[in-house]
């Protein structure tokens, strides 16, 4: 399992980059907060602190919306063609390409992420993102519509303004990207708070749009505390929109401060309770794979994570066996070793957090079948661990675990495991495997949830909407969807006299 | 390949269409005759800007999924529609290029394109970058050729999915008559115009001249949607005669490789002929010859810049397209009687209207049966702004998001779904 407990110790060359960028990005420069606070990031990997980094708060907010806001009213920004707009968005996706393994590393060493799948997978991404938007930029129309009686109507689509944007920490770049991608190219300009945990590869990429040539006051970003610099975006009277990405508990928070203050437009990607099905018909192997991934992809820090894994009575007994197998083998260990599958949990509380589970799952009365503990002396590393005989009423098949935990569910009917798959208070992702087209079909249309994964699970692409139902939270991103979060529709509407057709 | 691909090989291609962009420019004015400040600094540039915009499309092409009446699961894939069969003509051999092979391209089609016998050199140095920027052998083709021949061949072949041609609407009915008698190829048309160019009685003058002379005369009046029937209102009709003729003098003819040159030669000696022949007819008929009339200078084909007024509806100048400097001027009263007369023309490109007021210009761009209405400007061709005829000037749209329809063949797929929680 983990690299140290193997026994082996090996070499892996760890490009730990110069830490260059720790000021707050505002209107086009990088400066101290003006409380002149900093405070610290940590390496998962040890406890240890990589940098301290200005701390953003309310007056600092105000700064950077007073930037953004002037950017917005009297800058070229939304005055550009979308071509315009196309273009610098398109040589930013250029820069992040050209500098991915500084970026790939400083995501790896704040996150516990794994190197190279940063390096070859999720920077490339997030540049695709960009340039995904850049090219829809010159694509955002409105209607001519079919009025009832002689009049001219038709809408146009406008930037909403200036949008504030507030991310979590499992994937820092990503979801950075996703958001302000969309509303960039709608002629946007906007206030990013990255997480206190994550906020290095934020102010790197504010370097290159800079460095792209973006104006000054269109892309701000504020490193600082959800309490602070957070709730001084979600309640601030001059921020148009407000998009965010984290949990459930703090999205509520988000949405109180926003309807308090100007009732600033909301989207919320919150938590998840995802259920994956696995049915009889499935291929054991391959369901084994997708389960394992679909649970510990990224430390289990994933919103989609399949959290519960409901498998028909007929495979279960085979699939958990295989499962277990496939556990072990995993390997945990610093995620700048390319050998690496798991890397530490991102802090010390979710660290907490998660063994804390473990034991309540445990105490609740399900089985252990593997797992359970701490990997090593330092660092936040934890085995992946797999209870089964979990009744929906435990907590641990309920509650949010954000960790390398898998819950087995046994479940007869389709029709019972779909009533389950429902009763949460969450609606982000589900997942089936079956290769009966009709199970496909029926369980795609039943599950409440924003993402149905069939025969496979997490898969994301630029072209494809993603969010939640219920408590995961409403708004899309992803897709040509995700514009409208950030375009506000004006209908225009003149009499016409003598028109040869209405 | 993924869309997301196809996206990377069409902007390398723009990228590399800019590094060589002069030599493109160069290569367009030579082979059509066409002013090379028009060429280097508008539609090389607009070819590469063309290009990014539909690579922009390409990993955004979008199906539906749609509600039945009873318990279906039904979606429609657009799917690329096959083998492009494409023709294009010689007055903007570049631009046309980019309208057609663009869309097809990024819609995932694989094209042959047959250009004009008298401007084949730009595809083909562009069609080497488009390979160079990583397009898979095969999937673009160039044939230089003769309409009769090669493109009669395109249009009757029994494997080519579909047919983009511009050019002549006499020649576009050939096209579409062989296409039904082959294999039923679905077919678009981009054709002749007659487009009229309508100045009000509250015009600014001055700019309406000259946003009317250029309508007329841009690229040699070699436009399908020159404004060739330039109406003006009764009140400001003499005025504008006189300013139009005095802007006509203006013009700078001349070999279009020099600096500050407006108008360059005609694009080979048929045309040459046809428009001069239509001067005569114009004069024949009893138009009156305000300015220009023959040729310019000795050698090669150009033309002085023509100018006809007391033209009326009736005369050939006024009916059909010339494609060349000759600009008709006529005189109106009213609107509804300028509507009437606009609209009773077997073409329907386009329209220009020149006017400050409101509802006249609402009322214009309703009433008038063309595909493009310019208001108070003309000739604005943004990559994102569809573009096509009516009646006998066409069918179909290019450019937009309209463009990608010509190349995508839509399939219903349709399930039935057990004990579906919603329909």
Same mark, same amino acid.
């Given at each position: ?332 260990? &610093? ?6 599958? #798991?890397?530490? @949990? =991102?802090?010390? +509380? ?5 063994? !804390? ?119 899309? &991103? ?6 409208? #979060?950030?375009? @506000? =529709?004006?209908? +225009? ?5 003598? !028109?040869?057709?209405? | ?423």
């Amino acid at each position: 399992m983990a690299i140290e407990s193997n026994g082996k110790k090996t070499e892996f060359s760890v490009m730990i980059p110069d830490v260059k960028f720790t000021k707050l990005f505002i209107n086009g420069n990088f400066v101290d907060s003006v409380s002149g606070k900093t405070f610290e990031t940590i390496d998962p990997r040890t406890g240890d602190p990589i940098a301290r980094i200005a701390e953003g708060d309310t007056e600092d907010v105000d700064l950077a919306v007073k930037a953004a806001r002037e950017a917005f009213d009297n800058g070229p920004w939304p005055r550009l063609p979308g071509q315009g707009r196309r273009r610098l968005m398109m040589k930013l996706a250029d820069l992040i390409e050209q500098n991915v393994e500084e970026i790939a590393a400083l995501e790896a060493l704040e996150a516990g992420k794994l190197y190279s799948l940063l390096k070859n997978m999720d920077i490339p991404a997030a540049a695709e993102t960009l340039r995904y938007y850049a090219g829809a930029a010159d694509k955002i129309h409105g209607e001519t519509l079919k009025m009832s009686r002689d009049l001219q109507g038709y809408t146009l689509c406008e930037p909403i303004g200036v949008v504030g944007v507030i991310i979590p920490w499992n994937y820092p770049c990503n979801l950075m990207f996703i958001k302000f991608a969309p509303a960039l190219a709608a002629g946007c300009t906007v206030v990013v708070k990255p997480s206190e945990e994550t906020s290095l590869s934020a102010l790197f990429c504010a370097h290159l749009v800079k460095e792209a040539g973006f104006p000054d006051g269109v892309f701000n970003v504020v490193p600082g505390y959800g309490h602070t610099a957070g709730a001084a975006i979600s309640s601030h009277m001059d921020i148009d929109k407000v998009t965010f990405t984290g949990s459930t508990k703090v999205g509520r928070l988000v949405m109180v401060a926003a309807a308090k203050s100007n009732l600033k437009p909301v989207s919320l990607e919150l938590g998840g309770k995802n259920p994956l099905i696995v049915c009889d018909d499935a291929d054991v192997e391959t369901a084994a794979t997708i389960v394992l991934l679909g649970s510990l992809w990224n430390k289990g820090e994933l919103c989609v994570s399949s959290s519960r894994i409901l498998i028909q009575e007929g495979i279960y007994e085979e699939l958990s066996k295989k499962l277990v197998e496939k556990a072990q083998k995993w390997v945990v260990g &610093d995620p700048f070793d390319p050998r690496t599958q #798991q890397g530490p @949990q =991102v802090n010390q +509380v979710q660290f907490d957090k998660i063994l !804390s589970y473990i034991e309540l799952g445990k105490a609740e009365g399900a089985t252990l079948l593997t797992g359970g503990k701490r990997c090593s002396e330092r660092g936040f590393y934890i085995e992946p661990t797999i209870f089964t005989d979990v009744q929906d009423h435990m907590r641990i098949a309920k509650e949010e675990i954000f960790g390398p935990v898998i819950s087995l569910m046994k479940f007869k009917t389709i029709e019972e495991a779909i009533k389950r798959a429902n009763a949460t208070t969450y609606g982000l992702a589900a997942g089936i495997l079956t290769k009966d087209l009709n199970i496909a079909n029926t369980v795609s249309r039943s599950i409440r949830a924003g993402s149905i994964w069939i025969n496979c699970y997490a898969v994301f692409d630029r072209d494809c909407p993603y969010g939640g139902y219920k408590m995961s939270g409403f708004g899309r &991103d992803l897709g040509m969807k995700a514009l409208d #979060q950030y375009l @506000q =529709v004006k209908a +225009v509407v003149t009499p016409l006299y003598n !028109s040869p057709w209405l | 390949m993924a869309a997301y691909e196809r996206q990377r090989i069409l902007l390398r291609f723009a990228d590399l269409v800019e590094k060589h962009n002069d030599e493109l420019a160069a290569l367009e004015t030579w082979d059509n005759g066409k002013p090379y400040e028009q060429a280097v600094n508008v539609e090389v540039p607009m070819f590469a800007r063309l290009m990014r915009y539909y690579a922009g499309w390409a990993d955004k092409i979008h199906g539906m999924t749609i509600p039945a009446d009873g318990p279906f699961h039904v979606q429609t894939l657009h799917e690329p529609i096959g083998v492009c069969g494409q023709i294009i003509p010689w007055n903007f051999p570049l631009l046309m290029y980019a309208w057609k092979v663009g869309p097809a391209l990024a819609c995932g089609n694989t094209v042959v394109i047959k250009t004009a016998e008298q401007t084949p050199l730009s595809a083909l140095y562009v069609t080497r970058l488009l390979h160079e920027a990583g397009l898979p052998p095969g999937a673009l083709n160039v044939i230089s050729g003769f309409g009769p021949t090669a493109g009669a061949a395109l249009c009757r072949h029994m494997d080519v999915d579909k047919l983009a041609f511009t050019g002549s609407t006499e020649t576009g009915k050939l096209i579409l008559e062989l296409s039904a008698k082959s294999n039923l190829k679905p077919v678009t048309l981009e054709l002749g115009g007659k487009s009229p160019f309508i100045v009000c009685e509250d015009a600014d003058i001055d700019s309406a001249v000259e946003m009317a002379h250029f309508a007329l005369f841009f690229n040699q009046g070699q436009c399908c949607c020159a404004g060739s029937r330039t109406y003006v209102h009764e009140k400001v009709y003499d005025e504008f005669v006189e300013k139009a003729k005095a802007r006509a003098l203006k013009r700078s003819v001349g070999d279009p490789f020099k600096q500050g040159i407006e108008q360059g030669p005609q694009v080979d000696s048929e045309q040459f002929q046809k428009i001069l022949r239509y001067i005569r007819s114009g004069v024949d008929s009893g138009a009156t010859l305000e300015t220009g009339g023959d040729q310019f200078g000795e050698k090669g084909y150009y033309i002085k810049p023509t100018v006809f007024s007391n033209v009326q509806d009736d005369m050939l100048i006024a009916q059909d397209e010339i494609f060349g400097p000759v600009q008709s001027i006529l005189k109106y009263k009213t609107l509804d009687e300028v509507i009437k007369r606009a609209n009773k023309s077997a073409y329907g490109l386009a329209a220009g209207i020149f006017t400050h007021n409101l509802d006249t210009a609402n009322t214009l761009m309703r009433a008038l049966r063309v595909g493009t209405v310019w208001i108070n400007s003309f000739d604005t061709f943004d990559a994102a702004i569809p573009f096509g005829g009516y009646k006998q000037s066409g069918q179909g749209r290019e450019k937009g998001e309209y463009s990608l329809k010509n190349y995508l063949q839509v399939k219903a797929v349709v399930t039935p779904v057990k004990n579906p929680a919603w329909l």
